[in-house]
């Protein structure tokens, strides 16, 4: 079943797994950004233990290496009051997350930010940095043989599973709306549980803005721009 993509764990006894349900939603969304080759980060504000993260990484590679030359990215401060967030949690997720990235040729961030302080820091977009390097007389390099940064603003794919009240979800919806790419999905988390946020009153506004739902289903909802 596709919700047991969320996980993963290797020889070295690292390991990555989700909490919640209807990873499916999330993986088909991220399969039809890879097929349909659409351009922009892929950006998930919760990060956890990677569950979704990994769910993410598997749909691109599964779609015949759609994750090369991608840019992954969570966002996540570890910041909640639950018992189980720990610096040790944190630091096992960082480990985790980078040894499968490592081993799988995935270009991985992992962002130790408020939702809000991403927001507020990166409006004018990821500075990004890819060095490509052009072999010259002699094999040396000059400084114009190197192409390495580009700031992108613009995203294929958005995953929301921080903070659930509403204020929190329109804030990231305003911010992430004009950024993301015609095609483009953003996925909500915890749709199912009205006291953090009732998603059914959110909702219609989407819809008027553009947005078309693809799948909604247990704790996840997907919306394609138009």
Not at 51 to 79: L, P
Not at 152 to 167: A, K, Q, T
Not at 205 to 214: F, H, K, M, Q, S
Request: with cysteine; proline share 3%; charged share 30%.
């Amino acid at each position: 079943m596709l919700d047991d993509l969320a996980r993963w764990k290797n020889d070295k006894d690292f390991w990555i797994e989700g909490d919640s349900s209807d990873y499916h939603v999330l993986y088909k969304a991220a399969q039809e950004i890879a097929i349909n080759d659409i351009s922009g980060l892929i950006l998930e504000i919760g990060v956890r233990l990677g569950g979704s993260a990994f769910v993410t990484f598997k749909a691109f590679q599964d779609a015949q290496g759609g994750h090369y030359n991608r840019r992954f990215i969570g966002v996540d401060c570890y910041g909640s009051w639950a018992p189980s967030f720990t610096n040790e949690m944190k630091i096992a997720a960082k480990r985790n997350l980078f040894e499968y990235a490592w081993e799988n040729h995935i270009d991985y961030t992992l962002l130790e930010l408020e939702d809000t302080e991403f927001i507020e820091r990166y409006a004018d977009g990821v500075p990004t940095y890819n060095r490509t390097l052009w072999e010259t007389k002699g094999k040396q390099y000059k400084p114009d043989d190197i192409e390495w940064k580009r700031t992108i603003n613009e995203y294929s794919l958005v995953h929301l599973d921080g903070p659930h009240r509403m204020e929190d979800v329109v804030v990231e919806t305003d911010f992430f709306e004009p950024r993301v790419v015609q095609g483009g999905i953003i996925v909500y988390d915890d749709v199912d549980k009205p006291k953090k946020y009732d998603h059914d009153v959110f909702e219609p506004t989407l819809l008027v803005r553009g947005w078309e739902l693809i799948e909604r289903t247990g704790s996840k909802a997907s919306y394609r721009k138009l």
